[in-house]
């Protein structure tokens, strides 16, 4: 079993940034791909950016792209989140989760919720304009 905890929401101006970070604890040894999703009231839930564990390329969702950095420590198994430019759209509640290896064999699927076997509670993010 594999524990996700997210951290570092709060509320931002437009404009401003927060660095969010998710960390893994557990059985982590199989853990392959640790992504970002959110998900705005009334809203399909989206997907932001992954991670791969083992060579550290990262896969973007088309609203965020450009905007956003991530990075790993693998030691400590988290992963954080660098969002800059926010805006009142990036108002949602961030979720991490993460995927085992047999799940995520093929980076084409990286944006589907469904190849994730572990996910977090959220971190809400609120963006005023």
């Known amino acids: 079993q594999v524990q996700v905890v997210e951290s570092g929401g709060g509320l931002v101006q437009a404009g401003g940034s927060l660095r969010l970070s998710c960390a893994a604890s557990?059985?982590?040894?199989?853990?392959?791909?640790m992504g970002w999703f959110r998900q705005a009231p009334g809203k399909d839930r989206e997907f932001v950016v992954s991670i791969n564990l083992s060579d550290g390329r990262t896969y973007y969702g088309d609203s965020v792209k450009g905007r956003i950095t991530t990075s790993r420590d693998n030691a400590k198994n988290t992963v954080y989140l660098q969002m800059n430019a926010l805006g009142p759209e990036d108002t949602a509640v961030y979720y991490c989760?993460?995927?085992?290896?047999?799940?995520?064999?093929?980076?084409?699927?990286?944006?589907?919720?469904?190849?994730?076997?572990?996910w977090g509670q959220g971190t809400q993010v609120t963006v005023s304009s």
């Open positions: 989760a993460v995927g085992t290896s047999s799940r995520t064999i093929f980076s084409a699927t990286y944006h589907l919720p469904a190849i994730y076997d572990y």
């Open positions: 557990g059985r982590t040894s199989r853990s392959n791909v």
